[in-house]
């Protein structure tokens, strides 16, 4: 529908469409520009989700056997991983947290500014951290009860959050999963984009971040709620892929396109509703914090582990489960992480002949291990997604069967979707993508930090050092005796 507002741009010439543009795929593209694209994606998400909340707190209390215990361990997150590494941030546009929230809009005021303290990405960091150490210390991933418990507290907060505060805070400043997403979806090769910045320059209404207002001055369609201004966005960070500006732009000039994983990581250009890089530290700790979990999530599930833990508990007389987790967690994400990218910029800082200063050395290069980071991400949930991505069907019959519906009888049996000697070469070949993604962004990088190419050739030395490190370490991980959730227990498998 033409808008009061839409009505000012005087010519609209339509632009030819990109190649590899997800809105203009035949049927596909329909969908996604169809206003109500993201409610069709999220209600049946919402139904799963209410099953899953049931099952955990109904159903038997034996992870494998309930759906809380098996759907967002197993399948949910190796969705994530693989979308992310496909398109992008899709799983955000199908968050079914969202949909509450949206009843909140309706029925709480939301009017109060996201206090300035606490905005950035800190308090996601600290959640995002609080939900690595209960996945280990409290053994999420083997209670479906408390699985539940997360779900409903992950409805409620977003409920709360997005009822009093305007635009999207729970999803730009809370949500530890959306920051999860945001940090690989850098690693995509799709973004949310304009399609042609001449006729953004043309563009006098600017509805993708105002919103799309009828003649009488309500509004229609939002904007942009996690405040980017499309023709400034770059890049993924913050990016939902709600496509709240795809439908609020008077002049379809945004689409969903293909682009070059992580270039947005090398230029060093101000980006709407971000900022520079380098003067966001908050966004540096959180990439960081989700590069080094990746590789301490599965080391955790890992046997030499359990020796690892054995050997400190004896030598610090600490016996306590949780404190033992705690301990690692620490070591894992913040003070090994600590030592190494502080001994690797100063590496970097001396090589590249003292010119860029230790703390902008790593504010740049920092972000060259998100491939790597998003490799082991990877390799991990998709070892879990394609060693039991069928253990969800017996769970739902079992849980059909337990409402009355004729389910039929489980086959305990359906686990794998691949054969299991396939599983480790395609952690492997993951895990080494990301090395290469990284190694080449850390050299695209240096170039731009660096404008002598020998100084910048030694200045990205180190980083490739640790980065090649990483992935060895990764590649040490995936081949120790590991630990299968969400299965029936497999012979010679620890739970
Ligand atoms: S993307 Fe925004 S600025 Fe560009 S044409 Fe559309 S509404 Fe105007
Ligand atoms: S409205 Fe904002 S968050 Fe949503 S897809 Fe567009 S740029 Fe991304």
Known sequence: ???????????????????????????????????????????????????????????????????????????????????????????????????????????????????????????????????????????????????????????????????????????????????????????????VRVRDAAVCDRCETKDCIRGRHDAAGRLVQSGCELWLFQPRKVGNMDCTFCLDCVHACPHDNVGIVARVPGAELVSERWRSGVGRLAGRPDLLALVLVVVFGGFMNAAGMIAPMRTLQTATAHALGVHSELALWTLFLLAGVFAVPALLLGVTAAASRWLGGGRVPARANLMRFGYGLVPVGFGMWLAHYGFHFLAGGLAIVPVLQRAGGDAGLPAGAPNWSLGGLVPDGLLLPIELVLLEAGLLGSIVLLHYISRSLYPDARAARRAFLPWAVLAVGLAAAGAWIMTRPMAMRGMMMMPGMEM
């Open 1 to 191: 529908m033409a808008t009061a507002t839409s009505r000012a741009l005087p010519v609209f010439q339509p632009v030819p469409p990109p190649r590899g543009d997800l809105t203009r795929v035949r049927g596909l593209g329909r969908f996604l520009r169809w206003k109500h694209a993201r409610t069709a994606v999220q209600v049946p998400m919402l139904l799963l989700a209410v099953v899953i909340v049931l099952d955990g707190f109904l159903g038997p209390q034996v992870a494998p056997e309930n759906a809380a215990g098996v759907a967002p361990w197993v399948q949910w997150r190796g969705f994530v991983v693989l979308s992310l590494l496909v398109v992008g941030n899709l799983f955000c546009m199908a968050c079914p947290f969202m949909l509450p929230r949206r009843l909140a809009k309706r029925l709480m005021p939301a009017d109060r500014s996201w206090p300035s303290w606490l905005r950035g990405k800190w308090l996601a960091l600290v959640l995002l951290v609080l939900f690595f150490w209960a996945y280990e210390a409290l053994d999420l991933w083997n209670s479906p009860w408390l699985t539940a418990w997360v779900i409903v507290a992950y409805f409620a907060g977003a409920f709360v959050v997005d009822g009093f505060f305007k635009g999207a805070a729970f999803c730009k400043h809370v949500c530890p999963i959306g920051s999860f997403n945001f940090v690989n979806s850098l690693a995509s090769p799709g973004e």
